[in-house]
């Protein structure tokens, strides 16, 4: 495995751990892939020094350990190259023997590049290329990437990698809708009322602006991440069990995916979409600083730390049903999971005209968990009704999203990864959203950091 870019925080923080998670989770066809693995770092500056030490760390860490250490310790290397020099790639393949994953952990702006690059050299007959998200930033440079790529390897050895596919929670509803009678035939419009998508976290910039003061929360998470579990929420089951089959399913829906038109969504705005950006303020006592004055922001670009959409799905299944996605950072108290909403029955055991509550289903994602809310009794009285909420963790796993990740590209199973196709169409959706936030359609709110979002929006 080559990963370009090495010297970066994707690479310590995510990629490194995550194949020292599959050492630790991984079943026996995992530890089959890391025999004779051999990790090489690469990247402009000069880490070869620490470079041991950074992947040795990354390995504990997740409490990674023993013979199969051991090796990749013993084998990896760094070497200095810059990935958009034809000369260095001599040297970044020096001893390549075997299959190769090439892992493009650089940013989106040089990938297009190296990839031109890698078309007129001789790479082994059985290359993987690994891409980091964004994938382009608009539905033409995403094309443009995708064409770019399947000039160097076939459109099945290409894994455009969304971590949240590995999420327990993304799994969970794959796993969970299609094997529940219960579950399956109440999954659709008839039933369902409304579902949302929400990913806030308690984390300010950190440090980010380079990236995220262009990117902001539509395009970091929800144009992305939140697309995809969307899918997975709404998919048909996939034919089969080949790659391809889970695919199919998630781009059909998507390609049905849209800015919602139906009635007003969120209560102060006619329109599919809102937007905000912290403020000064605190979250667990600790104070953070006005989105603005973070250093390396520019307030002119009006960067929206808090994003919400609203979306329809425009198929026999789903029509009629509002998907909202969102999601914010600097949140006080953040939800992250997938809330399904039930329509509520006509029943009132008062008597009266109404409707009683709702249940409503929950795949959380941290710490991963499905839990359900629904009307029950056994009170005193007869139809005495209160509410019941059960719930239970899922399953857990020590293999990170990221080891997900590594299983993929390193038995070159791309199920986890988005197609090509998936790539553009996310863009497609959200793109009338970018531009009526370009025109100044959308205010741009604020909210204090801690805050559960700007309060006209509650
Ligand atoms: P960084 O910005 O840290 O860049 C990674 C490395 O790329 C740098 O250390 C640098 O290494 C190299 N690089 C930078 N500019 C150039 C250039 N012009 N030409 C050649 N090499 C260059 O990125 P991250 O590690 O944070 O992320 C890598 C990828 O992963 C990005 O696409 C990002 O969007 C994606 N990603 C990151 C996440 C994260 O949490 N960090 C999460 C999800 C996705 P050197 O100077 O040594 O050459």
């Not at 990437?145 to 390897?153: D, W, Y």
Request: proline share 7%; charged share 25%.
């Amino acid at each position: 495995m080559l990963i370009l870019g090495a010297s970066g925080d994707l690479t310590k923080r995510l990629l490194l751990p995550g194949i020292g998670s599959l050492v630790v989770g991984g079943d026996e066809s995992d530890l089959e892939l890391l025999d004779g693995l051999t990790v090489v770092g690469s990247g402009r500056s000069d880490k070869a020094d620490g470079w041991r030490d950074t992947v040795a760390a990354a390995f504990e860490q997740v409490g990674a350990e023993g013979d199969r250490v051991d090796a990749i310790l013993a084998s990896t290397k760094y070497v200095q190259a810059d990935p958009t020099e034809p000369d260095d790639w001599k040297r970044l393949l020096d001893g390549v023997d075997g299959d190769l994953v090439v892992y493009f952990a650089l940013p989106p702006s040089v990938v297009v590049k190296v990839a031109g690059i890698l078309q007129d050299i001789d790479l082994p007959e059985h290359t993987v290329l690994a891409i980091e998200k964004p994938f382009g930033d608009d539905a033409d440079s995403a094309t443009e990437l995708n064409e770019e790529l399947v000039k160097v390897v076939p459109e099945g050895r290409i894994h455009r990698v969304d971590h949240f596919l590995g999420q327990r929670a993304a799994l969970a509803m794959l796993a969970t809708r299609f094997n529940n009678r219960l579950l399956e035939s109440s999954w659709n419009a008839d039933q369902i009322e409304r579902v949302e998508i929400v990913y806030d976290e308690k984390l300010g910039l950190e440090g980010r602006a380079g990236y995220y003061d262009t990117a902001g929360a539509l395009r970091d998470m929800l144009q992305s991440h939140l697309l995809q579990v969307l899918a997975v929420t709404t998919c048909e089951a996939p034919a089969g069990l080949d790659p391809e089959h889970l695919r199919d399913s998630l781009a059909a829906v998507l390609a049905v995916t849209q800015p919602w038109t139906g009635a007003p969504v969120f209560p102060d705005t006619d329109g599919p979409s809102r937007r905000a950006r912290y403020t000064a303020g605190e979250i667990d006592g600790k104070s953070l600083p006005d989105y603005t004055a973070e250093e390396g922001v520019d307030p002119d670009h009006e960067t929206e730390t808090l994003a919400e959409i609203a979306l329809e799905v425009d198929n026999a299944r789903w029509a009629g049903v509002p998907f909202v996605l969102r999601s914010g950072k600097a949140i006080g108290d953040p939800a992250n999971e997938i809330r399904v909403t039930y329509r509520p029955v006509r029943f009132r055991p008062d008597g009266q005209s109404g409707t009683g509550s709702a249940e409503v289903l929950r795949f959380g994602f941290k710490p991963p968990r499905i839990e359900f809310r629904f009307t029950s009794g056994g009170g005193d009285m007869p139809f005495q009704l209160d509410p019941v909420e059960v719930s239970g963790a899922l399953p857990k796993s020590p293999v990170t999203e990221y080891g997900e990740v590594v299983r993929g590209v390193l038995g070159d199973d791309p199920t986890l990864s988005i197609r090509g196709d998936v790539a553009v169409q996310c863009w497609r959706i959200v793109q009338p959203i970018l531009d009526a936030w370009q025109r100044g359609e959308v205010p741009l709110d604020e909210y204090p950091a801690g805050s559960g979002g700007p309060s006209s929006w509650s």
